[in-house]
């Protein structure tokens, strides 16, 4: 499992999504080609996120555990893993402890 380290050759967004009180901010990164990601954290809590387009989520550091549209047991995330959450879907999030950092790879 390698984890994604930088970024290079990117336009970052300044302005922060923030959601959830500020339990989740991310920044938008956009490459040379038009491809978006989001590179974020989300503080210890549990959250309820919606998708528009499919997403791979890259753990970066920290840890998470999902509940996956469809499915009926948790899983567990850590450094260098990712999971995919398909478009127009729902799931559910647990950070507890250390933040979550992130990359979110839409598309």
Known sequence: MSI?????GVAVS?????YFD???VSHTVTFADGTRKSVGVILP???SFGTG???IM???AGACSVLLPGASEWQTFGPGEKFSVPGNARFEIRVEGEPYHYICHFG
Request: aromatic share 0%; with cysteine; glycine share 4%.
């Open 14 to 18: 300044t302005q922060a999504n923030v």
């Open 58 to 60: 890259e753990t970066v």
């Open 22 to 24: 500020g339990r989740c």
């Open 45 to 47: 809590a549990a959250l």
């Open 53 to 55: 387009a499919p997403e």
């Open 4 to 8: 994604t380290a930088q970024l290079d």
